[in-house]
């Protein structure tokens, strides 16, 4: 798989930061014809929503608009291309995950961002690896699997 040829390493040292390295993140998605699937690993307040709320800004989908998903699993948003929010943590088994549907988001011209990525069996082609850790109550060390610095806007974050 090409998307792991680049990694970046980023520290946000607020949550805005990590929100702004979600919108570069998004418009990279929008622009982008091979990738559309994110892959979010991290612990349980690790930012993993702030993350999509910066991403789907990139859509011109309102931060209050984005939650956590993990009571509805899959939140579809009607943009150009479609956004889809999905949240596997509620799902532990890969055989729940493939029973739940999440499959038809995937690969199907939207963009997908999938938290507790863990959870999939197998990883979707040309998926961005996004492994977000708390590193302290304001900062968060944030690796992308998949794009470059140059790609996402960033220089020196």
Known sequence: MGTECFSVRIIARSPEDTEDIG???GMFLRSSV?????????????GKTTLIKGIASAFGISKRDVGSASFIMV?????????????????????????????EYIDTGGVAVIEWAERLADMPDNAIKVHITHLSDQEREIIIDGVDREALGIQNV
């Open 23 to 25: 919108f570069r993140l």
């Open 75 to 103: 939140a579809e948003y009607e943009t150009s291309p479609p956004f889809y929010h999905i949240d596997l943590y509620r799902l532990e088994r890969p055989e729940a995950v493939d029973a739940a549907g999440i499959w």
């Open 34 to 46: 091979r990738i559309k699937t994110v892959m979010l690993y991290g612990d349980l307040g690790a």
